[in-house]
């Protein structure tokens, strides 16, 4: 998994601003970026391919917000798995 910066971010999905970013992370229909330095963000590549697979399968917003809020949970427990191992 690597982390994509918004250029990247942009040229996977179709987006062609921050604005619309932005926009579809308050209506819940993109994760919101981590951050990677003290004025930088990024997200995790597997997310950004998540949801753009949700979008060509035709999934509704809906559903496309369930996916949002599983992979905003997942984060966590993946530092949980890596912590124990």
Avoid: C
Wanted: net charge positive.
């Amino acid at each position: 998994m690597s982390i994509l910066r918004m250029p990247a971010v942009k040229a996977e999905t179709g987006h062609r601003s921050h604005a619309s970013i932005y926009n579809a992370i308050k209506a819940g229909l993109f994760t919101k970026p981590v951050q990677i330095g003290q004025r930088s963000v990024g997200w995790p590549s597997n997310e950004v391919e998540a949801i753009n697979a949700a979008r060509i399968s035709g999934q509704s917003e809906d559903e496309i917000r369930e996916l949002v809020n599983l992979l905003h949970s997942q984060r966590g427990k993946k530092l949980a798995v890596l912590l124990a191992a």
